[in-house]
Nanobody, 115 residues
Framework: QVQLVEFGGGLVQPGGSLRLSCATF????????MSWYRQAPGKQRELVAV???????NYSDLVKGRFTISRDNAKRAVYLQMNGLRPDDTAVYYC?????????WGQGTQVTVLS
């Protein structure tokens, strides 16, 4: 019954910003690591950012300094603030949790950065 739903993607100019949101259901949200991944056409899905239950964060070197992951335990939500977007950031972005040894993914939200 774990469910993740992403929204907030769209089409943006280089250098622009987007804020992605992930709404979550069916687990004790505050106890779990939450992550954002992305997958571009023809490429492997890659880890973008991670936030722990105590708000420690880690980022891919590709987005460090430009993206910020955060969580709101009261709202059971995780966010990805994306600034300074580049064409290579174009991908489907997925919210992720590993719960009871199972990987759960949202449906994905498309981010397209014009070149």
């Amino acid at each position: 019954q774990v469910q993740l739903v992403e929204f907030g993607g769209g089409l943006v100019q280089p250098g622009g910003s987007l804020r992605l949101s992930c709404a979550t259901f069916g687990f004790t949200f505050s106890s779990y690591v939450m992550s954002w991944y992305r997958q571009a056409p023809g490429k492997q899905r890659e880890l973008v950012a991670v936030v722990s239950p105590i708000d420690t964060t880690n980022y891919s070197d590709l987005v460090k300094g430009r993206f910020t992951i955060s969580r709101d335990n009261a709202k059971r939500a995780v966010y990805l603030q994306m600034n300074g977007l580049r064409p290579d950031d174009t991908a489907v972005y997925y919210c992720h949790i590993r719960h009871d040894s199972i990987n759960y993914w949202g449906q994905g939200t498309q981010v397209t950065v014009l070149s």
